[in-house]
């Protein structure tokens, strides 16, 4: 396929990192999942992220941290009634109503 110059493209991310085919329950949030080499989040090759490795640091201390503070944090509604934000761009929880 050729894009003529000039016209805008459009990634479309909410797609991302949910193939099924690549991703064992692509659509499930797994905090101990292991990264696959396929994974999007922080790029790859010369555009892969610089600050990478912080942002895993900083999001393995707080959540240490939260499930050290609240060990028995749960969700407090089932998980299909949790509503998803509409949008062309990033793909996010409306809310996330936990018992702490």
Do not use: K
Request: net charge negative.
């Amino acid at each position: 396929m050729t894009i003529p110059a000039g016209d805008a493209v459009i990634v479309g991310l909410l797609s991302a990192n949910r193939d099924d085919e690549q991703f064992a329950d692509a659509a499930e949030l797994r905090l101990d999942r292991v990264q696959s080499p396929g994974h999007l989040a922080f790029g790859h090759g010369i555009h892969y992220c610089l600050g990478a490795p912080l942002a895993r640091l900083e999001a393995q201390i707080a959540f240490t941290a939260l499930f050290d503070r609240y060990p028995g944090l749960r969700l407090a509604v089932p998980a299909g009634e949790l509503t998803w934000r509409a949008g062309l761009l990033l793909r996010g929880l409306e809310g996330l109503p936990v018992f702490l």
